[in-house]
C-alpha cells in the first residue's frame, strides 16, 4: 500500500460516499479492476489522500511518451469495459441501485487525474470522472404495407394458382420415374465414416476468454522393478538415526502455506527495516535519482527468495501430505488456490513462479480464511506464513490468532518472517507454533525447511 497523492480539494468528510461506493467496486468486479481506482484515506491535518495497493512508481499521464500514453488508455478502456459488463449484469438482476454505482466510475479523466505504475492505471479523484456520451440506440423501421381490398381479394386466386401448379408438377414426376433395380445393400461394417472435429482458432476466441489448455502428454511408464532374492542381512557397524514413526499414518496432518505477495515483497532481501518502514511511508513518491532507491529495488527481492525457499520445501514434503496453498489479493482479498497433492507439486511449484508482488497485506484475513480450511480440534494441523510485514488492511492478526488458539488448539501457526517485524510474532505465540526471521537467502530457505518440519521428509528415511 502506497500514498499516490494529497488532495486539498476535498476533505475528510467526503469519504464516506467515496469509500461507499468503492466497496461495491471491490464486493461486484475483479481485482484488477478494482485496483484502477486510487483508495481515499485521511491523511494529516484532516486533508484527503490518494492509495493504491498498486507496486511501482507512480508517473503522471502527462509525463508519458506517446506510445505509453496510448497503451495506458488502452487498459483503461478494457477496465472500463469490464465494469461495464458487471453493472449490465446486476441491472439483469434487478439490481438498479449497484448498477447506477457502478456505472457512475465510467467514465473519462482528466490527464492530470491519470497516472500509471508498472504500466498499469490508476485514477485518482475518479468522482470527478466526465461521464461517456451515450449513443442513443434508434428504433428499427418496420415499413407496413397497408393491404388494400384489391389484393385481399387477389390472395385467394393466387393460393389456388398455386396448389395446381404443384398438383401439375407432382404429376409429371411420377409419370416419368424410371425403374431402377435396387441396389445391395452395403453392409454396416464395412462403413467407416469420417468426421472432422475442426479446432478452435485461438484468434477467433472472444476476449476475455482463455486459450485451451492441451491435455500433458501422459508420463512414460516406470519400469517394473526386479525381484532380488533374499539373503541374510549384514550387520551395519554404524550407528543410524532410526526413522520416527507418525502417530496415526491414516490421519496425516493438514498442512496449508500462506505467502506474502504484497508490493513490499519487491524490495531487496536484504532491507533493513529502517529502509522498509521508509518505502512504506513514502511509497509512489521515490525519486529513482536518489541513491537510496535503487539498492532497495535490486535482485535477489524478498519474493525471489520466497520462491527458491518454496520449491525446496514442497520438494520435501511427505507423499501423504496435500498442501493447500494461499496467497495475498489485496486488502479483503485472499487467493485460495486449492490442495495439491503429490502428482500435482510440480504444477504448484509452476504456479507460485508465475506469481507478481502488487498488493495489500491481509494478513488477519488470510489467516482466518486459512484457519478455516483446517480442523484443528480433532486432527493436527499446521499453517506457515511467508511474510514481510505486518497487517496493513486495519484488521488485528493478534486478535485473529488468540481466537484459533481457543477454538482450534490442534492447530499451530508457524512464522517465517523475511523483514523481521516482530509485530507479527504474535501469530506464533498465540497458538504455540515457531517464529523464524531472517533477511539472509540461505537462512531463509533453512528456516522455512524447519518451520515445516512436521510434515517434511526425515533425510535418509522412505
Not at 281 to 308: I, N, S
Not at 319 to 336: H, L, S, W, Y
Not at 363 to 389: C, H, K, W
Request: hydrophobic share 40%; aromatic share 6%; charged share 20%.
Amino acid at each position: 500500500m502506497q500514498r499516490v497523492i494529497r488532495d486539498a480539494s476535498l476533505s475528510a468528510r467526503d469519504m464516506t460516499a467515496l469509500d461507499a461506493k468503492l466497496e461495491i467496486v471491490r464486493k461486484y468486479a475483479a481485482p484488477n479492476v478494482a485496483s484502477l481506482y486510487a483508495i481515499p484515506r485521511t491523511g494529516s491535518g484532516d486533508v484527503l489522500e490518494w492509495w493504491t495497493e498498486l507496486g511501482g512508481q507512480a508517473i503522471a499521464f502527462n509525463a508519458l511518451n506517446e506510445g505509453q500514453q496510448r497503451q495506458l488508455l488502452h487498459t483503461f478502456e478494457q477496465r472500463q469495459h469490464s465494469l461495464e459488463r458487471v453493472a449490465d449484469e446486476q441491472q439483469s438482476k434487478g439490481q438498479s441501485d449497484t448498477a447506477a454505482s457502478l456505472r457512475s466510475l465510467i467514465g473519462e479523466p482528466l490527464p492530470g487525474n491519470l497516472y500509471s505504475l508498472n504500466g498499469e492505471p490508476l485514477v485518482i479523484c475518479w468522482h470527478m470522472l466526465k461521464p461517456k456520451p451515450v449513443t442513443p440506440v434508434l428504433p428499427a423501421t418496420t415499413t407496413v404495407i397497408a393491404s388494400s381490398p384489391v389484393r385481399r381479394r387477389l390472395w385467394p386466386w393466387l393460393l389456388l394458382a398455386l396448389a395446381l401448379l404443384l398438383l401439375a408438377f407432382l404429376v409429371w414426376w411420377f409419370l416419368r420415374a424410371p425403374v431402377t433395380e435396387p441396389v445391395p445393400a452395403t453392409p454396416a461394417a464395412m462403413v467407416q465414416p469420417q468426421v472432422a472435429v475442426p479446432l478452435p482458432d485461438p484468434e477467433l476466441l472472444p476476449e476475455g476468454v482463455p486459450e485451451p489448455i492441451p491435455e500433458p502428454e501422459p508420463e512414460p511408464a516406470l519400469p517394473v522393478p526386479v525381484p532380488v532374492p533374499k539373503s541374510k542381512p549384514i550387520e551395519n557397524t554404524k550407528q543410524t538415526k532410526a526413522c520416527p514413526k507418525p502417530a496415526d499414518p491414516a490421519i496425516p496432518p493438514q498442512f496449508v502455506v500462506v505467502l506474502d505477495t504484497s508490493g513490499s515483497m519487491n524490495l531487496n532481501v536484504k532491507t533493513s527495516p529502517r529502509d522498509d518502514q521508509w518505502y512504506g511511508e513514502v511509497g509512489a513518491r521515490l525519486d529513482p535519482r536518489d541513491p537510496r532507491v535503487a539498492p532497495l529495488l535490486t535482485q535477489p527481492t524478498r519474493l525471489d527468495v520466497a520462491k527458491v525457499s518454496l520449491a525446496k520445501m514442497i520438494d520435501n514434503l511427505l507423499p501423504q501430505i496435500d498442501m493447500r496453498f494461499m496467497a495475498f489479493e489485496g486488502c479483503g482479498r485472499v487467493a485460495d488456490y486449492g490442495l495439491f497433492p503429490t502428482p500435482q507439486r510440480s504444477q504448484l511449484i509452476k504456479g507460485i513462479n508465475g506469481l507478481r508482488a502488487d498488493y495489500g497485506t491481509p494478513l488477519a484475513e488470510s489467516l482466518a480464511q486459512a484457519a478455516s480450511t483446517v480442523d484443528g480440534r480433532n486432527r493436527d494441523a499446521y499453517i506457515v506464513m511467508f511474510i514481510d510485514g505486518q497487517d496493513n488492511c486495519q484488521q488485528d492478526a493478534c486478535a485473529v490468532s488468540r481466537r484459533i488458539a481457543q477454538d482450534q488448539p490442534k492447530l499451530k501457526v508457524n512464522v517465517v518472517n523475511i523483514g523481521k517485524n516482530a509485530l507479527s510474532n504474535c501469530m506464533a505465540e498465540n497458538t504455540g507454533g515457531r517464529i523464524y526471521a531472517s533477511r539472509d537467502a540461505i537462512e531463509l530457505k533453512d528456516m522455512l525447511q524447519e518451520a515445516s518440519k512436521e510434515v517434511l521428509k526425515t533425510p535418509g528415511c522412505p
